[in-house]
């Protein structure tokens, strides 16, 4: 039986990153480099400051939620997300107070830190009651109102900072469909026993995601403190277009099936739990493996298609040095990082944080002075392995994360073998389409017999299938 959930989540999410995709076009398109570098170090910024601010109360929320209890949790996971938010409000105001930034860089920031933060932790919700499709429906509304908004911004002259507001207004439109899911929670429910469940979990997510988002930005405000913001525009949009691109599959993974097995689990059927999150293991490595290929081979033309030769000449043999960063990012984020949720030890989370952190600015700070934009591709995929293969070790003392040593084995080297194949092709077959066209088959056929063979489409378990949970 096919898992209808996760194609529904797929679909959603393919539509939302090809939107991105036309997004970034056109946005690159308007701004041109130095300007579209500008907005990347705005949206770097407002990471970093959610990734403390907020983000760490959506994922510790998740970690410890009861459904005969969610609205509880939910009215609870409110009251301290509108504490975050004022907490960065004040940070914030300080910062332009004192004079780090200019007040109007600050205002982009914060409108994109609350936009983001009202639309994740409404789309959380909305997934943890098993409602694919209010979710599904804020994804497919938030890249409409992100192209129409932003787009409508830098034409009337707003640039960079215009941009960021008018993508946190479309964040803010787009939680709508989520939010009524749970429209009937009220915020006096909240309970002190819940507010302090979520904290006392989810502390060490503070400094994690913080310190994660800070290891994932460093790469690009070094680069714009070097280089300056012309350097950083072609650098962030590639990045961003291959970032975005893994993680389509990776959100799909974790909402269609790591979220059952977290249900499976909370009810105390750990055999099933295991069985779905193998099957996540599967699906997350084929994603990995296989978008790592398809973007080595193919990278190039893709890029050609959607931007501007001005931000392709300066990128062009990064291509396949971000996806390998990007490959082993998606295995720690969406497959081993889970780890967290199924043990009391989220501190895990802030030790291999920590250790990206370290390993990411020793390495950014000593190639990008030398290398430039090669330098900080070459940093952030060494701290992306460094930190998978990290999670992968030390979260196994706590919580084995089922591994199929034969998907391990078979699934990359298929990958594998696809590169060099179309490595041959282009050797073999003259001319520039035709290899394309053949390696395109080779790719196909080989990512339909991973489907079949490791079943990625199957589902999960039909002891939850179809349920929708409704808040109590």
Avoid at 281 to 305: E, K, P, R, Y
Wanted: net charge neutral.
């Amino acid at each position: 039986m096919l898992n209808t959930s996760g194609l529904l989540y797929l679909s959603a999410r393919a539509v939302s990153a090809a939107g991105n995709l036309f997004a970034v076009a056109i946005f690159s398109h308007l701004a041109g480099p130095a300007e579209y570098g500008h907005y990347v170090l705005i949206f770097a910024w407002s990471l970093i400051v959610y990734g403390f601010g907020a983000q760490w109360m959506r994922f510790a929320y998740f970690g410890v939620y009861h459904h005969d209890r969610l609205g509880e949790y939910v009215a609870s996971l409110a009251r301290l997300l509108g504490v975050g938010i004022a907490i960065v409000a004040l940070v914030l105001t300080a910062l332009g107070l004192f004079g780090f930034f200019e007040s109007s860089f600050l205002v982009a920031v914060f409108a994109l830190v609350c936009g983001i933060t009202v639309y994740e932790a409404a789309f959380e919700v909305a997934r943890t009651l098993l409602n694919a499709r209010g979710a599904s429906l804020s994804m497919i509304i938030r890249t409409v109102l992100m192209i129409g908004f932003g787009s409508a911004s830098l034409y009337a002259g707003g640039g960079a900072r215009g941009l960021a507001v008018a993508i946190a207004v479309a964040h803010l439109i787009a939680a709508a469909p989520s939010l009524a899911t749970f429209a009937n929670v009220r915020l006096s429910h909240f309970s002190r026993a819940a507010s302090w469940h979520i904290v006392s979990y989810g502390w060490p997510l503070l400094l994690s995601f913080g310190v994660t988002a800070l290891g994932q930005s460093i790469d690009r405000l070094l680069l714009a403190h070097y280089l300056g913001l012309a350097t950083l525009g072609p650098y962030g949009v590639v990045a961003d277009v291959l970032r975005q691109s893994f993680t389509v599959l990776g959100e799909a993974i974790i909402l269609s099936l790591v979220t059952v097995a977290k249900t499976q689990a909370n009810r105390g059927n750990q055999e099933a739990a295991n069985q779905t999150l193998q099957m996540a293991f599967n699906a997350c490595l084929a994603a990995a493996s296989f978008g790592a290929a398809f973007f080595i081979v193919f990278g190039h033309v893709v890029l050609q298609a959607i931007l501007q030769p001005e931000f392709i000449a300066p990128t062009g043999d990064l291509i396949p040095i971000l996806a390998i960063a990007f490959a082993f990012a998606t295995m720690r984020n969406f497959y081993f990082a889970q780890v967290i949720y199924f043990t009391n030890a989220s501190y895990l989370d802030l030790v291999v944080a920590l250790l990206f952190l370290v390993v990411s600015t020793a390495l950014s700070v000593v190639l990008v002075p030398a290398d430039g934009p090669q330098g900080a591709a070459i940093a952030l995929m060494v701290a992306c392995i460094f930190a998978c293969l990290a999670f992968m070790l030390l979260g196994r003392r706590w919580y084995r994360m089922p591994i199929d040593l034969v998907a391990l084995g078979v699934l990359p080297s298929l990958a594998i073998l696809f590169v060099f194949g179309a490595h041959m092709t282009g050797e073999l077959i003259p001319g520039h389409s035709l290899p394309l066209v053949v390696d395109a088959v080779i790719f196909a056929v080989f990512g339909t017999f991973a489907i079949h063979h490791f079943g990625l489409l199957r589902l999960p378990s039909a002891e939850i299938v179809g349920e929708r949970i409704t808040v109590p």
